[in-house]
């Protein structure tokens, strides 16, 4: 599985961004697809970065409390892509964005996780 992002950028406090992700590949059936992040320059092992927002096939959220009201996650099943809306962006909100999606096959769930997309907010 293949995970493409796009969208980040830099932009001005109070402005938004919204990023894309499309899994492709050998999906077998996708339980859940989601946002994390970490500070830019750091290398984190994979499972020490922060939730941002995640969603399942079925439309459940869960969105951080730190990004709440203002990040929105949505998702096109049919085209295996979740997107991430950011408005009213803070500079503490800059940072790699990764995509992550959970596959599940033969009853076994795999997470398969994207590159990242720098997100950039300052004056």
């Known amino acids: 599985v293949q995970l493409q992002a796009s969208g980040g950028g830099s932009v001005q406090p109070g402005g938004s961004l919204r990023l894309s992700c499309e899994a492709s590949?050998?999906?077998?059936?996708?339980?859940?697809m989601g946002w994390y992040r970490q500070p830019p320059g750091e290398q984190r092992d994979f499972r020490q970065r922060?939730?941002?927002?995640?969603?399942?096939?079925?439309?459940?959220?869960d969105v951080a409390d730190s990004v709440a009201g203002r990040f929105t996650i949505s998702a096109d099943n049919a085209k295996n892509t979740v997107y991430l809306q950011m408005n009213s962006l803070k500079p503490e909100d800059t940072a790699v964005y990764f995509c992550?999606?959970?596959?599940?096959?033969?009853?076994?769930?795999?997470?398969?996780w994207g590159k990242g997309t720098q997100v950039t907010v300052s004056s």
């Open positions: 992550k999606v959970k596959d599940i096959f033969s009853g076994t769930p795999f997470d398969y």
């Open positions: 922060e939730l941002v927002a995640t969603i399942t096939t079925g439309g459940d959220t």
């Open positions: 590949g050998n999906i077998h059936s996708i339980h859940d």
